[in-house]
C-alpha cells in the first residue's frame, strides 16, 4: 500500500478542525501511510489572483511527478461511502503515492486542476477548507476501516 499525502494551505484555525484533523490522523496512522502537509502560504498581495499563484507555488514544492493528484472541488466527482472505497483501494493498488490537494479560500490554481488526474467533490456545498479537510480525513478513516474490516460503518 502506498503513501497517501493531504495538502492543505496553512495550519487550521479553527480549534475544532486541529482537534478532529488530529484524531483522525493518529487513527489514520495505525492503518496506512497517510501524511499532513499544511504548507506555508507567503501571499504577495491581496488579490485572489496573487493568492491563487501563491497557493500554487507552495503546493507544488510538496508534488513529484509520480504522485497520483486528486484536487478537492464541489464540481469533481461525488462518490457513496463503498464506491469512494473502491476507488481508493484500487488507487492504493496501482499508486505509490497518492495526494489530496484542498485549496484555500479562492479554490485551486487552473494549472493544478488541469494537471489532476481527477477531481473530487466531497459535498456539492462548497465548503471552507478547513471542514473539507476533516470531511476528507473522516471519509478515508471510514475507508480503511471498511477496506481492514473493522467495525465503523453502518450501511
Known sequence: MGL???????????SFVKE?????????KSLGKVE??????KVKGSSPE????????????HLKTQDYLIVLDERGKLFKTLEFTKHLENLML???????????????SKNLKNEAKELLSLSTLTLNHEIALL?????????FT???????HRE
Open 50 to 61: 496573487l493568492r491563487l499563484k501563491a497557493e500554487e507555488e507552495a503546493f507544488r514544492k
Open 135 to 143: 470531511v476528507l480525513l473522516e471519509a478515508l478513516y471510514r475507508g
Open 4 to 14: 497517501i499525502k493531504i495538502l492543505s494551505p496553512g495550519v487550521p484555525g479553527f
Open 94 to 108: 496501482s499508486h505509490s503515492s497518492i495526494v489530496f490537494l484542498i485549496g484555500g479560500p479562492e479554490g485551486v
Open 20 to 28: 478532529g484533523a488530529d484524531y483522525y490522523l493518529k487513527k489514520l
Open 146 to 152: 471498511i477496506l481492514k474490516g473493522i467495525p465503523y
Open 36 to 41: 499532513l502537509i499544511f504548507p506555508k502560504i
